[in-house]
């Protein structure tokens, strides 16, 4: 899709377009579908998806049920009805393999995204003493620092020594595929796993997931991604690849709630009870579980990793939103995700343009396959002030210290016209 000659319409012109696309939207109904927050009785544009997805308006219904089942039954909410709690992840794992292209019983939703990374490396982090360093990139999501730091010395390891992070080249905010495989190839004799998110939350740059993990896997290496910014946002083909195991959370691009249920995945070639693993009754073999006898017995597949009962509210909460997607198609999403960021893509070249000078900078790459919805906004020295003049103008994105706005159109219900205001404000604040 090209989209250059917008670069040249007028204000009217521009503002008339996004709205011609909006009327020819097949998946611009499901806007309707959610909440979409309020100012002052006026609707906010909200591009902040990335942190966290927006209320389906069947989200509230799905918990009500749940609170009905629990009001009338009591416990026995657990074991009667045609939903009964037990079986509730089973509810959500279709869906969810069509999110990240895997099968079934590969996908689990469960505990948390932080603690699922911990219980991943538990299994899939099996140092030797020749091969005990972990490989990821540099700068990724504090938390997944944090675990992998702490689960090293954990492990007995020294992290300055064991962690191996690949770092952008000079003057580049992105990682080149050449330079991840470059440093496998370099390490691969020392290595004993890589561990990297799939889709970078400050920068937004997509790895090359399926490169990376064939090349990895001819080294004798197991991969794992976290995916928090790439599930619900960009096709994925876990099982395809033969990616080892995979981690997210719900509560971005999933539209699950504030602290949602995380999900796993863990490829069928893994599905053996020989993997070590940090175990709790949950993941126990169902038909079983109650007879609460020693010796653990994984379920099969991803549900085996499962530690504690499940939240039921937030698995209701998940299986709401994951409805939708499965109704809209992950492909659909994707073909209009890549529309709404090229609009905003050039709606920012258009400002530079008419400014005469790069008054924004993109962080993130300009090559669709590189990106997913995300753009992340390089301002020099007055970034803080054009956030906050975004945000007068009810222009909801997210500021990330020192320079950096991200905004993050989300095709569920992001319309065309949203990204038109985008441009207004920012005419407005430079004058132009
Ligand atoms: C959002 C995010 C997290 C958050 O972890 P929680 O355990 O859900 O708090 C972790 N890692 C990445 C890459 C993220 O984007």
Redesign the pocket.
Known sequence: MNLQHILSFSSDELHEWALEKDRRDALGHFRERFYLPQRDGETLTYLCGNSLGLQPKATREAIDRELTTWQNHGVEGWFEGEESWLSYHRYCQKSLAAIVGALPEEVCPMN????N?HLMWASFYQPTAERYKVLTVAG??P??QYALETHLRFRGYDPAVALIEVVPRKGEYSIRTADILDTIAQHADELALICM?GLH?YTGQVYDMQAITAFAHRHGLLVGF?L??AAGNIPLQLHNWGVDFAVW?S??YLNSGP?GV?GLFVHEKHHTASLPRLAGWWGYEEARRFEMTKGFVPMQGAAGWQLSTPNIMALAMHRASLAIFEEAGIENLRRKSEELTGLLEMVLQRINQKAGMPKIQLMTPTDPAQRGAQLSLLIENEGKKVFDALTAKGIIGDWREPNCIRLTPIPLYTAFEDIWKVGEALENYWKL
Request: hydrophobic residues 25%; negative net charge; contains cysteine.
């Open positions: 948390h995204l932080t603690v990374l990724d999501f938390s997944d998110s939350y976290d928090a910014h959370c509560y971005k602290g995380s």
